[in-house]
Nanobody, 118 residues
């Protein structure tokens, strides 16, 4: 069965950096658009970044600070996060897309906690 497994979360000081990884199995990874979502306690789930054959897109609140990338040979998705802020604190989820317009997701990872301390 399809599995998406995130890793790399943790606690970092404000202004610090962290790289999240998502390793996929059980699907033709290169054929899927992929993305990252996050959800903070008491807040709405929000899209962070996406990547497909046509390139990458970012939410306005992370643009210039986060970079999404993928290594299809390794079936792995990455999110490089820099200049972290306390408001970046959330559980981050790796997702595969059925479609992006409208947004429809196929699979989700279990999530990894990111905490930016002040």
């Amino acid at each position: 069965q399809v599995q998406l497994v995130e890793s790399g979360g943790g606690l970092v000081q404000e202004g610090g950096s962290l790289r999240l990884s998502c390793t996929a199995s059980g699907l033709a990874f290169s054929a899927y658009a992929m993305g990252w979502f996050r959800q903070a306690p008491g807040k709405e789930r929000e899209n962070v970044a996406d990547i497909s054959w046509s390139g990458a897109t970012y939410a306005h609140f992370v643009k210039g600070r986060f970079t999404i990338s993928r290594d299809n040979a390794k079936n792995t998705l990455y999110l490089q996060m820099s200049s972290l802020k306390p408001e970046d604190t959330a559980i981050y989820y790796c997702v595969s897309y059925r479609s992006r317009d409208p947004i429809e997701t196929d699979y989700w990872g279990q999530g990894t906690q990111v905490t930016g301390s002040s």
